[in-house]
């Protein structure tokens, strides 16, 4: 036999078979990589469809000869962004692998922009973990915001709390245990697990809702167990997936300064030194309210004093 005549040789057996399909090299070296989040939780990414060429492709076919002028994609992306045009965005999408703390999924499963199938407790046990608070972790109800929190408690106290946490998470394990031994079913077996039980889910969402998923989730008001997800899906994923989109989504979502009419009226009058009627304006948007001899600053108030302090400007009722 010949060389010519030989058979080809096998592929290597870690050499996968071509798709024909774009991949994106950085997002296939991390493809069913766990990471790591909270105690026991974890993202990892299973599948996922397009890259930013994709958002790119599908923008010149939507907008036709009238976007030939952008010569660079990154300019193309970052116009898309800047102007809110999402649709090409919706062009990828991907799978995601995560376990996750019962509370912490019922927030994350309010974004009902996705496709979800999650682990049921109806029809296998309960997954044998719950996330734990250590001593230092426990935090302080806000005084400004009455669904968040504030600073931590101090560790003496929280070293209570999660001796008490440890005994509860293993009394209600110890008893769902019990009930299905003694046959009773999985759907009413369950009820008493507590919502610090683990659960898992594949999470399908396209780019576009994903960002706007990031964008709530990674804000400093959000609480910190589905922030701390949002960090690693962001960072260590669509980082690396897209990255010249998620460098147009930190610049014009994340890190932008977005101000109302009003707003901008009264940092007008700021800038203009008429601080008389910043202030005027001010208390009519009901920023400021007055109370005898004080001028008590609303939520509002606060939040437009935050974005002033970012650009080296002062409220006029500081």
Known sequence: MTTDDAPPSPAPRNEAPSTGRELVPALESILGQQFRVLDDGFVRVVDYMGSDAAVVQAARVSYGAGTRKVREDRGLIRYLMRHHHTTPFEMCEIKFHVRVPMDTWRQWIRHRTANVNEYSTRYSVAIDAAQCTAPTEWRLQSQGNRQGSGAFLLAEAGAILSTQESQLQA???????????????REQARKDLPLSTYTEAYWKIDLHNLLHFLELRLDSRAQLEI???????GEEIVGRWCPTVWEAFRDYTQRALTFSGLEAEIATSIVASDSQKALELGLAAGMVKSEGDHLLVTREGLEFEAKLMQLGMRAPWK
């Open 227 to 233: 922030r701390s997800y949002a960090k690693v899906i």
């Open 171 to 185: 009394q209600t394990r110890s008893v769902y245990e019990a009930r299905l031994a003694a046959g009773v079913a």
